[in-house]
């Protein structure tokens, strides 16, 4: 049984024109792999997209057009890029974004990926089982831990950031299998971290928002947080309707 302090892990993070997977383009890969004492080795390379770079996205990263101007494209980055993740546990912050762009890119340009079988960790749902951080952002976290952060949204100090976070995150957890097993079950979350509602209670959210959130395709811990809030105002109902019912009882 290895300690997950000993354990070996890949570091991810995407730099992308855009949000959706579908139609945007990677535009910065990075990556390192690691243990709890030391980065072993580091793969990071800036992308043309051979597609225009939003003004709102460059707003976010940093990255111009001029920057990506000549760097490879991701078709010629791709299969080096597999060789350095093959067979490594992938660690990232709402890393399902950055797997499933990165796959999305491999489909459309013919190469073989096999990105979305690799096991994964998000310090995201770490975080949300962690709970003591007032905000889940990475830059949040950061502070929470006093992890230098420099530089943030280039996917490179992302890592650097991510690799620290994950390591106090990880404290719990004796072993790798350990906190695998924990992730397979729900976390219960705090508040609405999206949509109009944003930052607010579940318990303070109105009952048809959450009916309607309840039938979304969203993740799996606030899935769980909006039902069972939803479960929990039913209970309250039922005792209250019996409460007020002289002949409940009866």
Excluded at 201 to 229: H, T, V
Aim: glycine share 4%; proline share 4%; charged share 30%.
């Amino acid at each position: 049984m290895t300690l997950i302090n000993e354990d070996v892990f890949i570091c991810l993070d995407i730099e992308a024109t855009g949000l959706d997977p579908k139609t945007d383009r990677i535009i910065e890969v990075a990556a390192a792999k690691f243990n709890f004492s030391e980065i072993l080795e580091v793969f990071d390379t800036l992308i043309d997209p051979e597609i225009q770079i939003p003004k709102l996205s460059q707003n976010i990263h940093n990255i111009s057009q001029e920057m990506v101007s000549g760097k490879p494209k991701i078709k010629d980055v791709l299969k080096d890029f597999f060789k350095f993740l093959k067979n490594k546990v992938i660690v990232g912050h709402g890393i399902k974004f950055d797997i499933d762009i990165i796959d999305a890119e491999a489909k459309r340009n013919g190469i073989n990926s096999n990105i979305q079988n690799q096991n994964y960790i998000d310090t995201l749902r770490l975080a949300r089982l962690y709970g003591e951080s007032p905000f889940n952002s990475l830059k949040e976290l950061s502070k929470h831990f006093n992890v230098e952060f420099e530089g943030a949204h280039r996917a490179l100090n992302d890592v650097k950031a991510n690799i620290e976070v994950f390591k106090h995150l990880s404290r719990p957890f004796t072993t790798t299998s350990q906190l695998f097993k924990r992730l397979e079950k729900p976390i219960l979350m705090k508040a609405m971290p999206l949509g109009k509602h944003k930052g607010r209670p579940f318990s303070e959210i109105p009952i048809d928002y959450l009916k309607w959130a309840a039938g979304k395709e969203f993740d799996m811990d606030l899935l769980f947080s909006i039902r069972l809030e939803i479960n929990n105002r039913k209970k309250d109902q039922k005792s209250f309707e019996s409460a007020s019912n002289p002949f409940s009882a009866l």
